[in-house]
RNA sequence: GGGAGUUUAGCUCAGCUGGUUUAGAGCAUCUGCCUUACAAGCAGAGGGUCGGGGGUUCGAAUCCCUCAACUCCCACCA
């Protein structure tokens, strides 16, 4: 078999992947084994792969491959959002590149470009995943448009109507002006913005002053609503407005009279503690308007311009009227002053334009009872969250969440499946005829038709149908009606699912509303744990996002670096949680150590073997070390991921194959150049190639596949995929430790050739004093090139370098190489540290307190110290001396 | 305005139920090497008074208080 220099990751990965869709190595079928489920967060349906997939994706992957490897009947379901808002957002900027509008379409026509524009673009990104390497089951994916799945989303909310969980209301709403929609709460991003506030001068009516010149001055950052205004408010206990109570002031430019109104709600510190009440455009106003009975005036239309109620600057948008009214004002001679307010402005997450406050007929969801079980999950601990800091967070929220908004003024998504009667009543009902049946026998009029009822025009919140995943992925037909008696298999194998791992920014948006549906209509939690990840940023910190252009394009850095190396760099610096600060050096690094695999495998494979050769007492002595590290490495890493602590995980893994296998094990039993090895060392090596890519599997899959099928002949089908992973076993301490004194000792000879420039193929002897493992010194041989190691000291004693590992003194006899004005430096060097060392431990221990109350084990580690520092400082004054 | 979190080597992070030598890792840096798996490499080395201050304790990176800086979440004071 050739095998290239280099590791070529493009043409592997293809091919495996291949392979293991060729074999349906991905997909899942209930069967008697225990499930491993993961549902994928769906990614927006027209969206493209961006890194945040790209880190979230990977650890579902880690996570669901180490699971299969586990003997677990792993199951990862893929699918897409349809994403009402943003969707729709594009698809009516595409036809504006065409020049339609999206109001010279009908319904219909609109929501049929919607979906040629889905069926194009559409699934783009579950292929991108692929290239990741993704073990997603492609037979299961779904999509929350899907027929099955939108019966679903249309039964829940019939459901929630029949049990009085959703009403219909006019209320305050976030409006969207650009996307011409109201959004929900957590929809609206309010950022700090530097604003103007404006002193407007609103005339009394009852003015008693000679000049009439007699006003109240109210303060505002919004002049443009003031045409809205039905009052101006005081402070009941306001001494500097007290001349106010009862009188009625003029509203400028339109001259409407209007009420002064006393509330304890106005800041008397505030501007000027008057207040205009513009309850149609403010949410503080509109409840002040609620209390004193007053007109709301809505002078907006639903796209930001000012409409006839206004009756002034009608049709022009709402921030070019802030400008010319206050230009107006001054003319007028009512602008007072204006000062500098920065001031927090709500923006839509979507479109970022500025959020209006605006009354408006919406369906709402109560939150309340729906709330309770998901809190109540998440504080007992029946539901993990990783890391478990975001737990006050969610509780905070879940204890003051408020009532969903969940009509969107759009087309692409789920209509409301409520009917409007000519009288203007409604009813809700799964399907249009259910709707008439119903509205007949609401009315007792027999002879309505399907004709004379209207749907309600607008969709559902994404949410409202995402929050149904987990369960109508595996059973669209939940809520059942009641009738179906057959349970569902897949449900009742797959949920609840095991692990979901998502952003944090979406915990409530999503992840608590699929707590809540999963007890409404599941019977219990969706997922068991909920891990975390952070947001990748740039190097210099910020969030990656389009509009930035700061983020690397994924595929680009797959094909730079290979699936495996951008895995690896995704997960080396992202524990739970943590933001991620992404360096394309970590995918270098990646790569590197892809590379380095794979080197490694091309020693192995290039190792001749003899049977007839004995095995060297080195190559034995390996081969029992690295097998408890092995076991050790396996325990470890278990307890990682018990912990969900991927990152240390890959970071052990990464350790144990580059030091100790590469750079310890393998040159330890590397035969001299041109020499075979012995059969028991070649077939020891493989065993334990092959458990290392195990362990590495779930991390690097294609590379890990490559080499485990070159290990052995495999038969067609078979894959690393499907091999147990190691797992969990006990290890022999005292093998590793007494491996660990050789290990140093290696280094510290190594360092004594490169202080003396003596060349690494220059053989050295070596005496060693005191106590030292003579089990391992064939090893210590071959490592460190020595001639000999004899015990005790040399004849002589001069011209010695040494060292100390423990109290094992080590000496190397160097001839004329040895400088003895350096040694004696280092000596001294040495000889002061220990010293100073022994000194602080001797402090300690006098310390009368410390003896009396420290545990036993603790005084008797620090006299053993004392001990051990002084017999260095003796054996280090001895060496002095001889010198 | 309220809440949460972070602050340990140049960078990213472990360590935090107080005591396993005088605090660890990876990357980066420096030195010497193209040694026949790998220069995307090998062998070494240097680097931190654990954000500042105070306290509890025989003993603090670890517990408490306080100050500072940064981050995130929530929040309608015009």
């Not at 007494?738 to 220059?762: G, L, W």
Request: one cysteine or more; glycine letters at 6%.
């Amino acid at each position: 078999m050739e095998v290239s220099a280099k590791y070529n990751p493009a043409e592997i990965e293809d091919k495996w992947y291949a392979y293991w869709m060729d074999h349906r190595l991905f997909h899942s079928e209930p069967d008697e084994r225990e499930p491993y489920t993961i549902v994928i967060p769906p990614p927006n349906v027209t969206g493209v792969l961006h890194m945040g997939h790209m880190l979230n994706n990977t650890i579902q992957d880690v996570l669901v491959r180490r699971a299969r490897m586990q003997g677990k009947n792993a199951c990862w379901v893929p699918g897409t959002d349809h994403a009402s808002i943003a969707t729709e957002a594009r698809v009516v900027a595409k036809l504006a590149g065409e020049g339609i509008r999206k109001s010279d379409l009908s319904r219909e026509q609109f929501v049929e470009q919607a979906w040629e524009w889905t069926r194009k673009h559409g699934g783009i990104i579950l292929e991108q995943l692929k290239k990741l390497g993704a073990s997603c089951d492609w037979d299961r994916v779904n999509f929350t448009m899907n027929e099955a799945y939108s019966r679903s989303v249309i039964r829940v909310f019939v459901d929630l109507f029949n049990k009085g969980k959703i009403y219909r209301g006019v209320r305050m709403v976030n409006w969207d002006p650009k996307a011409l929609t109201a959004v929900s709460d957590e929809e609206v991003v309010h950022k700090e913005v530097q604003g103007t506030l404006y002193y407007i001068r609103y005339k009394i009516k009852e003015s008693t002053s000679a000049t009439g010149d007699d006003y109240c001055v109210v303060a505002t950052t919004r002049p443009e609503t003031i045409m809205g205004d039905t009052a101006v408010a005081i402070h009941p206990n306001d001494p500097k407005n007290a001349r106010l109570r009862g009188k009625t002031v003029i509203v400028p430019l339109i001259n409407r009279e209007v009420p002064i109104i006393e509330d304890e709600y106005i800041d008397i510190e505030f501007g000027t503690g008057c207040l205009k009440v513009t309850p149609a455009h403010d949410v503080n106003d509109y409840l002040l308007g609620e209390k004193h009975c007053l007109e709301a005036i809505d002078v907006f239309n639903d796209d930001g311009t000012l409409s006839e109620k206004a009756q002034l600057y009608v049709g022009q948008d709402r921030f070019a009227v802030r400008e010319q009214i206050v230009k107006d004002l001054d003319a007028a001679g009512l602008l007072e002053k204006t000062e500098r307010y920065a001031h927090n402005v709500g923006f839509s997450e979507r479109t970022d334009v500025a959020i209006e406050p605006k009354l408006s007929m919406q369906w709402f969801v109560k939150m309340g009872e729906l709330a309770e079980p998901a809190l109540e999950a998440m504080m007992n601990n029946e539901v993990m969250l990783h890391p478990a800091k975001f737990k006050n967070t969610y509780r905070h929220w879940m204890e003051t969440i408020k009532d969903w908004c969940i009509s969107r003024q759009l087309w692409w998504g789920h209509r409301i499946p409520a009917w409007y009667l000519p009288d203007g009543r409604f009813v809700v009902a799964a399907d249009a005829a259910d709707a008439l049946k119903q509205a007949k026998a609401l009315t007792k009029n027999k002879s309505l038709t399907e004709t004379d009822l209207q749907q309600d025009g607008d969709c559902l919140d994404t949410w409202f149908s995402s929050w149904l995943w987990p369960i109508a992925v595996f059973d669209p037909e939940v809520p059942g009606s009641g009738e179906d008696v057959d349970p569902n298999i897949d449900l009742q194998y797959y949920y609840p699912t095991s692990d979901l791992v998502t952003a944090p920014e979406i915990l409530f948006f999503w992840v608590a509303r699929m707590l809540m549906a999963g007890y409404e209509w599941a019977g219990g939690y969706p997922f068991k744990n909920v891990y975390l990840t952070g947001i990748v940023r740039d190097k210099a910190g910020r969030k990656m996002s389009k509009s930035l252009g700061n983020s690397p394009d994924p595929l680009t850095l797959i094909e730079r670096y290979g699936a495996d190396g951008v895995r690896m760099g995704m997960l080396l610096t992202s524990p739970a949680g943590n933001d991620l600060p992404f360096d394309e050096a970590l995918c270098e690094q990646g790569r590197n150590f892809c590379n380095k695999i794979w080197n490694a495998f091309r020693l192995l494979n290039g190792w001749q073997a003899d049977s007839s050769l004995p095995q060297p007492a080195h190559s034995a002595q390996a081969g029992e070390w690295f097998r408890q590290v092995l076991r050790k490495a396996a325990a470890d890493i278990d307890d990682d991921f018990s912990k969900y602590r991927l990152s240390e995980a890959l970071m052990a893994l990464y350790k144990l194959f580059w030091d100790d296998f590469c750079a310890w094990y393998l040159e330890i039993i590397k035969p001299p150049a041109g020499q075979a090895i012995d059969q028991k060392t070649l077939d020891t090596a493989r065993l334990f190639f092959d458990y290392l890519m195990r362990l590495l599997h779930p991390f690097m899959p294609f590379i890990s596949e490559e080499i485990w099928q070159h290990l052995n002949p495999r038969r067609d089908g078979e894959s690393l995929m499907t091999q147990p992973q190691p797992y969990a076993d006990s290890f022999d301490d005292s093998c590793l430790a007494r491996f660990e004194v050789i290990r140093q000792a290696i280094a510290a000879i190594r360092t004594i050739r490169q202080m003396r420039s003596i060349a690494p193929k220059e053989p050295l002897a070596l005496y060693v004093k005191g106590e030292a493992d003579a089990h391992l010194f064939p090893l210590l041989q071959k490592m460190a090139n020595l001639s000999v190691i004899v015990p005790g000291t040399p004849e002589g004693g001069c011209n010695v370098a040494s060292f100390l590992v423990g109290t094992t003194e080590f000496l190397v006899p160097l001839g004329a190489k040895i400088n003895l004005d350096d040694e004696r430096l280092k000596l001294q060097a040495d000889l002061e540290y220990q010293q100073k060392f022994v000194a602080s431990v001797k402090h300690k221990l006098s310390n009368t307190g410390f003896v009396q109350n420290a545990p036993e084990q603790v005084i008797a580690l620090e006299r053993k110290k004392q001990a051990d520092g002084e017999a260095r400082i003796k054996a280090i004054e001895e060496q002095l001396k001889t010198l």
